[in-house]
């Protein structure tokens, strides 16, 4: 008798580690008793699986799973497994961060962690116990499944302990206090209420000091933090973290930034370009109402995760949004002329991003922006990645600003071509011609006639650009000019007047002296 127990037992051992299939043979040959005790651990297995898994097992499927909020799971499976997380996710309003991070993953954590202590924060005291609670009924309302439960006389939502080990749960507002023993773990969800709170110079200083001086005091050698929210400005809770690491030039902190619609080539899901992050729940149709409602900066910030600042002098919102086309509307516009204009590292303060742009004109005059590949790069990588972009979109020439390097960037630009040719992938193409500007007149009124043309609605944006755009729009007189601006600007220069024919000019003077842009204004 004891014999067979201890064969059982080490099979039911060795069970845990078997794939899938092996586990399905072994059901199938196992004698009913077994069997039912094969079910149970199964039931096991999957709620250890991650905060998901158990969230639909306590749920019964209920429980709503994208594939987004797997991000979340993988950081707690991480966490428990002992590595030491600091982890920033920015996700849009009504896309399940909380119920996921700040219930069901802490649920599945203290589950896994018994001995482990928690601490959970929100911008409100209220929101934070409001966690508490929840996770306190949960693990009376299943703790014979979790395996947990909470100590005698430990019922308060805002403070528990577990029964027979020191693990439990500590909630405060952002701004409280976070007394008792330290943290294995810390969730801040949502650490800022409203837009209000993010534009406040006071608000933001106490929240920054609360969080150096309370909870990463409370916080075990080991300890990891996870903050998840939605971005509400620049200075807000993530964009000072962000510049903490950056100015000890050492990332310690996992960025994933989950836009409402994917904007980049390096979504963290891997979803093309223009792809809703919830289709299941927000389509596209639901999107576009969500960004008329909160207008471009609110949509940029909370949807987006990309805060804007408030406009500046020149360029604004309303002008480029309101001409954006489609990459599909295009393919039925046919262009006359396309331009890649380069603006190379040193024309800004910092010297480090080399500004690469493209841009196109119609029939009617009309102008395209079609591409923005800026970059940190060094000479051999720009002149290489401007010719194929001017590749790419058949480009008639190429305009650089000599400014800074004079002939030297021309020679870039020829090289960079004349690698293309010897690889095979400009075989039989023509070079486009080199157009170099020397800007002689000031930054100002380099970008104002081409700021009217998008006052006038004769600039369109074919797709989104983001990096771009914010250069626009933050731009005021009297700032040194970033790279990009600079870039779209000689392009759309080069493209405005109808009289160049794609033969180009050496010099232009902004808007002022040679009336380049008459023809359009």
């Not at 039911?12 to 005790?37: G, H, M, N, V």
């Not at 001409?323 to 890649?340: D, H, P, S």
């Not at 204009?341 to 005059?365: F, K, L, Q």
Request: net charge neutral.
């Amino acid at each position: 008798m004891m014999q067979a127990q201890d064969r059982e037992q080490r099979l039911l051992t060795r069970y845990r580690t078997l794939p899938r299939e092996q586990r399905l043979a072994i059901a199938r040959t196992a004698s009913p008793d077994l069997r039912i005790r094969l079910a149970h651990l199964e039931r096991e297995m999957a709620m250890d699986r991650s905060p998901g898994s158990l969230a639909a097992l306590l749920t019964g499927g209920r429980e709503m799973q994208p594939r987004h909020l797997q991000l979340i799971d993988d950081a707690f499976i991480r966490i428990a497994r002992g590595e030491r997380v600091r982890l920033l996710l920015n996700m849009p309003p009504r896309h399940g961060k909380s119920q996921r991070a700040a219930r069901w993953a802490p649920l599945w954590y203290l589950r896994r962690n018994p001995t482990h202590r928690l601490m959970i924060a929100s911008y409100s005291a209220v929101l934070a116990e409001g966690h508490g609670r929840w996770l306190r009924d949960s693990i009376n309302e299943h703790g014979d499944q979790l395996g947990i439960s909470l100590r005698y006389g430990s019922k308060a939502a805002g403070r528990f302990d577990l029964s027979g080990s020191p693990g439990g749960l500590v909630t405060a507002g952002v701004g409280g206090s976070l007394t008792g023993m330290g943290a294995h773990l810390a969730v801040v969800d949502d650490p800022l209420k409203d837009a209000k709170a993010a534009a406040s110079p006071t608000v933001l200083g106490d929240l920054w000091d609360w969080w150096q001086q309370v909870l990463n005091t409370r916080m075990e050698p080991t300890g990891s933090i996870v903050v998840i929210q939605t971005r509400w400005s620049e200075n807000d809770l993530a964009g000072r973290i962000l510049t903490q690491d950056a100015a000890r030039d050492k990332a310690r902190w996992t960025v994933i930034n989950l836009p409402a619609i994917a904007d980049s080539p390096d979504d963290a899901l891997g979803r093309p370009i223009g792809a809703p992050l919830w289709p299941e729940r927000f389509n596209l149709g639901h999107l576009a109402d969500f960004r008329d409602e909160v207008g471009e900066r609110g949509w940029w910030a909370l949807y987006q995760q990309q805060p804007r600042p408030l406009e500046g002098g020149i360029w604004q919102w309303a002008w480029i949004r309101g001409q954006r086309i489609t990459a599909e509307r295009l393919r039925g516009i046919k262009l006359t002329r396309v331009v890649v204009a380069v603006d190379p590292a040193g024309g800004s303060e910092d010297g480090d991003e080399v500004g690469i742009v493209a841009a196109g004109r119609d029939a009617a005059g009309e102008l395209y922006i079609l591409a923005d590949r800026s970059a940190k790069m060094g000479a051999a990588e720009w002149g290489r990645a401007a010719c194929e972009l001017a590749l790419e979109f058949d480009a008639d020439a190429l305009t650089v600003e000599s400014n800074f390097g004079g002939d030297m960037a021309q020679q870039v630009l020829v090289q960079g071509w004349e690698e293309l040719v010897r690889d095979g992938s400009a075989a039989g193409a023509l070079r486009p011609r080199i157009v170099p500007v020397t800007a002689k007149r000031g930054k100002r009124l380099r970008a104002e006639p081409i700021a009217q043309l998008y006052e006038q609605g004769h600039v369109h944006h074919v797709g989104e650009w983001p990096a771009l755009e914010v250069q626009m729009v933050t731009w005021m007189p009297g700032m040194d000019s970033p790279d990009r601006m600079d870039a779209a600007v000689h392009a759309l220069t080069e493209l405005a007047d109808p009289t160049v024919a794609g033969t180009g000019t050496g010099n232009y003077r902004g808007g002022g002296g040679d009336g380049r842009l008459n023809g359009r204004r």
